[in-house]
Nanobody
Framework: QVHLVESGGGSVQAGGSLRLSCAASATIFTINAMGWYRQAPGKQRELIAD???????DYADSVKGRFTISRNNANNIMFLQMNSLKPEDTGVYYCNAEASRGYSRIASWGQGTQVTVDI
């Protein structure tokens, strides 16, 4: 199994910054791609940034140029640096990891961390 724990959420004024962390612990599985999802109030969960095990990144248009995803494979930690935050960035941010062991594939989720951006 893969256990994910997010941290770093909070409240910030528009234009501010926050840095989210996702610590992953895996026993027999190898963690491959990881990503950050956001669920705004009343909306579906959406992928906002992901990163492969080799460091290739992709972003949703809504966060491109403002958010940066990174990971430290040695310590199984993923980060999301969020700059120039807007009120529409408000939501619960979830960490996701895809892991494998042989032909087995699993996807794991963290518990989520709240980000609130005030006007």
């Amino acid at each position: 199994q893969v256990h994910l724990v997010e941290s770093g959420g909070g409240s910030v004024q528009a234009g501010g910054s926050l840095r989210l962390s996702c610590a992953a612990s895996a026993t027999i599985f190898t963690i491959n791609a990881m990503g950050w999802y956001r669920q705004a109030p009343g909306k579906q969960r959406e992928l906002i940034a992901d990163i492969t095990s080799r460091g290739i990144t992709d972003y949703a248009d809504s966060v491109k140029g403002r958010f940066t995803i990174s990971r430290n494979n040695a310590n199984n930690i993923m980060f999301l640096q969020m700059n120039s935050l807007k009120p529409e960035d408000t939501g619960v941010y979830y960490c996701n990891a895809e892991a494998s062991r042989g032909y087995s594939r699993i996807a794991s989720w963290g518990q989520g961390t709240q980000v609130t951006v005030d006007i």
